[in-house]
């Protein structure tokens, strides 16, 4: 059984940084693309990064490209997402993800971690 526990959250002012893992417990993390979501109060989840199977590429969303960097390691079965000049607009709930193959995708993604609060100051 696949379980994803995001960490790292909190509260940042304007321009900080935070750095958010996604621990992955299951079989074969290295075989399946991740990807990190995020979701504001009033608004659906959206697509924030992806990774492909073996972290040799990644694309993003054209609001966090430049800015948010999606990493993982897959000794440790984790994901990352460095999140740097943050706005308030990237208030949200954040969600790691796990793709149904190995390739980058937005939207096909078939197992979800239960999120973790990122609050952005002005």
């Known amino acids: 059984q696949v379980q994803l526990v995001e960490s790292g959250g909190g509260m940042v002012q304007t321009g900080g940084s935070l750095r958010l893992s996604c621990a992955y417990s299951?079989?074969?993390?290295?075989?399946?693309?991740m990807g990190w979501f995020r979701q504001a109060p009033g608004h659906q989840r959206e697509y924030v990064a992806t990774i492909n199977y073996r972290g040799s590429i990644t694309a993003y969303a054209d609001s966090v490209k430049g800015r948010f960097s999606i990493s993982r390691d897959n000794a440790k079965n984790t994901v990352y997402l460095q999140m740097n000049f943050l706005k308030p607009e990237d208030t949200a709930v954040y969600y790691c993800?796990?793709?149904?193959?190995?390739?980058?995708?937005?939207?096909?993604?078939?197992?979800w971690g239960q999120g973790t609060q990122v609050t952005v100051t002005s």
């Open positions: 299951g079989r074969s993390f290295s075989d399946y693309a």
């Open positions: 993800a796990r793709s149904r193959g190995r390739l980058t995708t937005r939207s096909d993604y078939d197992n």
